[in-house]
Every structure is written in C-alpha cells, then in structure tokens.
C-alpha cells in the first residue's frame, strides 16, 4: 500500500523555509486545504527541521550531519561534508558538493557549490543570519507596491527573527561600536552599523535555539491533520495537463515505488539548483530557467580585539552550547559600499579563520563581506538530457564567470575589510583571504521573479511560473535583484506572496 495520497489541493516539493512557509501560510489562511510535503533526504532532527545547532550531543550532531549529504553520503574518515576532492574543494558539515558540472574550462565555475539533502534543507545548517535587503538589493516592483516590507515583516514573524540573543556577550558593544566609528559616517540610520537581526531565540533556562524550518512551519503545522511531511521522496516530476500543473510523480526512496499525486496546486521550492532542474527535467523550460545565477563572492578576515579585557564570570558556553564574546554585528550593504558585512566570534561563525587564543578565548574575531553580482544572463546552470546525478535526475552543469565589476568590487571589499579589521583589532594576517566561489552557499536567480513575462523572468510577482498555471516556485532562486545580504529572509517573504495567492484562490472555488 502506497504511503502517498492519491490527491492533494498543495503539494511542496522542498522543506527548507520557503517550501515551510507555503505550508504555514495555507494553514493559517486557507485551514481546509490538504497539504502533503515531500522531501528527497531523511528526517535528522525532532523536531522535523529543526537545526541541528540544537542537538545537544556532539556524535548526535555529527550524524544528523552526515545524513543530510545527499545519496553518497559517506564517512572516509577525512570527511568535511559530503564529498572531499582536494584542500580547496570541502563542503561544510551537513551539505555536499556537485561531484560534476561546477566549473567549465575557461570559466570561474562555482567549485564549492553546495546542498542538503534533509528534513529543513540547508535551514538545518545555516547561520540564521537574516538581515532585511537595502538599497538596490530591494525588489522594486514590490517596493513601487508598497508590499515589500509588509512581506518582509512576515518572513521575520515565521523565521523567529530577533535582535538581542547576543546582547549579554561581553564585547559585541566594544566591537560593534569601533566598527561604526568606522563604516557609519555618511551612511543612513537604517544601513548603520547594529546587531544582526538572526532567527534566534533564548530559552528561559539560557540556551540558544536556532530557528529552521520547525520554526516556520510552527505549532499551527505540525497540529494540522490536512498536512503531511513524506521525508525520503524524490520529486521527478511536475505533471502538466493542458498546459496546467496538476500534481507530481514521486518516487519512494525506501522502496523504490513510483507514484503520481494529482494536486490543484504544485509549489517547487527545492533549491536555487534542484529547483530548475525539476522543472526542467518536467519540460517546463521558460527561457530564463537556470538564467542569472548569481553567487555571492565571500572576503574573510581574522582579527585580535585590541585591548582585550576577559569578561568576568565565564563566557555561558555551558548554558548555550557557544562561547558567547563579541556577538553577531552586521554592516548593511548600500550602493556606495556593494558588499554586506558579518562579523562574530570564532565559533559563531561557519567559517574557520583561525584558532581561537587560548590564554584569550574569545579575543578573536572574524570579519566576512559578501559581495553582490555583476547579474548576467550567462551565469547559468544548465541540464543534461542523458547524464543524471546522484538521485537520478538531470545532471547539472553551471556556466559562471566573474566579470571586471566584480573583480572590481572584490578588490575594494578587501580593502574594505582590513579597514574594518584594524578598526576593531591587530589583523593574523595582513591579507585578507577570499573563499573559493560557491562558499556563500547563496545561489540566487535561477527561477527569479519578473514584473512582466519579458523571456528574462521564470515566475511572476506571485511566484507562478509563466505559462503554466497552477505552478510556483520558491526559495533563493527567485530573488531577481543582485544581493550581498543572506537571502533566506527575503526568500521567506516572497514565499508568502505565493502562499497568500494560493489561499486567496482555494478559498474562492
């Protein structure tokens, strides 16, 4: 007996944010909807999607890890995420690289490109930084609407954003405060330096919870009776009827059985790679799928506060699970400065910059800018029509270059940093350091959001895809701006547009 449901009104390939808050939303606007979710990796967490930042022991993290590295997921002994090739090609912990495909001769390629295979997506993984875009970054069709932050105050509301889970470490004011003596001159109030909004919270008893996908899809989710989570499912397929969507094929990865779901709705919210590659391997091609694919080049940088005075009484690490000394604090991106800064303790931070000071723990810091994209139609991720990947779909190949803007404001963001660096400290090293490109694990553009269908957008301002009704997609590949901040907020809000359509539509039939 199959474990799927013959029919659904939505179905949501993906549960990372974007595909959780399809979820949410229908609940709470459209309650007598029939909602069945599917997932390609197994469920590592309890609860489902929760981050595993959360799972108190270590081997316990460690294998939650390991089994959202996709279907070679493997433990050699020397892994750092799911696929090892060489010193400049390491995957973080709980994602995997493109075996294939992520560099064309010739081109800069994306050589560390990366994803998740599990409950939550890379939602289980991430950093939960989630600053609200500025400047061009904003989407200006929705911004003319008057809509966007309304949107985005949404996305804040489902991800559990806040601003002061780090306000008791001891050094953020020294830090943030030598960096907006710094950056803040000529800028305005809302770009200045401040603390990084993160999808983070403090429970009663001290520990720090971070915020995936069980955040978003809430209480209000998991007690719906019309939604169903089904974890180790691989989506083939988007079945058309007439032009329009009307369900999904699945295949059970436990069993290998093959079904179809029919659906009024279908909603694609696997990655900004995984997501293309669905619709194309369904033969739904607009011509800007795959198009604009956009990264963000990453700058990083280590620092020793000056004049470092210990905190008193500890740093919390027993109470947190992190040592908690100078925070998280954020410099915006304007147009005048294209990059967005990041800068936290040691073991904050994803990145490995150095060891932290053991006479001083916690008098290290480490600084990141994330530059924004020279968008070109070029950068691209393509699909073979004979070669497949690990789960069997199309294999992808990403064409991607670096043009003489970006070179150029990479070149100004490394200035930049040690700027910023000697501002706060004495640098380890004078030279800034940049991450092989891929590293921001921010890929954008590939199924992006037009105002009209002008053959340069795949979706509309609602997320449906154009020309097949009943079809939308979500998640960072729908952002259609060039973007230095994290994405996952701003992807979250235009996830609620696309949900408030569907309900708006399920409740007028």
């Known amino acids: ?104 001769d010739g081109e800069d390629g ?39 932050d309304d949107l985005l105050a949404e996305g804040e509301r489902l991800l559990g954003v806040t601003t002061d889970a780090f306000d008791s470490s001891p050094h953020a004011p020294l830090v943030r405060g030598r960096l907006a003596a710094a950056a803040d001159d000529g800028r305005d109030a809302h770009a ?10 403090r429970r009663d008893d001290g520990r720090l919870v971070w915020s ?3 955040v978003v899809l809430g209480d209000e989710t998991r007690g719906n009776a019309d939604f169903t989570l089904f974890d180790e499912s691989l989506v083939t397929r988007v079945l058309t009827e007439d032009g ?62 000056r004049d470092f005075a210990p905190a008193e009484g500890g740093d919390g690490a027993a109470a947190t699970g992190l040592s908690e000394y100078s925070g998280v604090t954020w410099v915006p991106f304007t147009d005048e400065a294209p990059f967005h800064g990041q800068v936290m303790q040691l073991d904050a931070s994803p990145v490995k910059l150095a060891d932290d000071d ?29 070669a497949v990947d690990g789960y069997g779909m199309p294999a992808p190949t990403v064409h991607y270059r670096l043009t003489p803007r970006d070179h150029e404001v990479i070149d100004r963001a490394k200035a930049e940093i040690v700027r910023l660096g000697k501002a706060i400290g004495e640098p380890l090293d004078e030279r800034p350091f940049m991450m092989p490109l891929g590293a921001s694990l921010h890929y954008q553009g ?15 301002p609602d997320s449906e895809v154009w020309g097949t009704p009943g079809l939308f997609v ?36």
């Not at 200045?192 to 919270?201: D, T, Y």
């Not at 590939?446 to 509309?460: F, L, N």
């Not at 979500?474 to 996952?488: E, F, H, K, Y």
């Not at 992807?491 to 609620?496: E, G, K, Q, T």
């Open 110 to 148: 994306l050589p560390v490109a990366a994803m998740s295979s599990n409950v939550g997506g890379m939602s289980a993984h991430w950093t939960g930084a989630c600053p609200r875009p500025n400047d061009s970054e904003r989407i200006g069709f929705l911004d003319e609407a008057g809509v966007l």
């Open 446 to 460: 590939t199924t992006r959001m037009g105002e009209t269908d002008d053959g340069k957008s795949v979706c509309s």
């Open 474 to 509: 979500a998640g960072n590949g729908v952002i259609p701006t060039a973007t230095a901040c994290n994405p996952t907020l701003t992807s979250v809000a235009l996830a609620v547009q696309g949900a408030r359509h569907i309900a708006r539509a399920l409740a007028s039939v």
């Open 1 to 104: 007996m199959t474990r799927y449901p013959a029919e659904v009104d939505v179905a949501i390939v993906g549960s990372g944010p974007a595909g959780a808050t399809y979820a949410r939303i229908l609940t709470e606007q459209a309650p007598d909807a029939v909602i069945a979710m599917f997932e390609v990796g197994p469920t590592v967490s309890d609860p489902p999607g929760a981050h595993v930042k959360n799972i108190g022991d270590p081997e316990e993290r460690a294998r939650a890890q390991l089994r959202s590295e996709g279907p070679a997921a493997h433990d050699d002994g020397d892994r750092v995420g799911g696929i090892v090739k060489t010193a400049q090609r390491r995957a973080r912990p709980g994602t995997y690289l493109l075996e294939t495909g992520y560099q064309v």
């Open 358 to 386: 053991p006479a001083a723990p916690g008098s290290i810091v480490g600084l990141g800018l994330f530059c924004a994209k020279d968008l070109q139609a070029s950068d691209r991720v393509e699909f073979s029509a004979d």
């Open 212 to 214: 995936g996908s069980d």
């Open 192 to 201: 200045k330096v401040q603390r990084m909004p993160l999808a983070v919270h």
């Open 244 to 305: 329009r969507a009307v369900g999904v094929a699945v295949t059970d990865r436990r069993s290998g059985e093959s079904h179809e779901v029919r659906a009024r709705f279908v909603v694609v919210a696997a990655d900004a790679l995984r997501t293309p590659q669905l619709l194309w391997a369904s033969g739904i091609r607009p011509d800007a799928l795959g198009q604009y694919l956009n990264d963000q080049a990453q700058i990083v940088f280590a620092v020793r506060i």
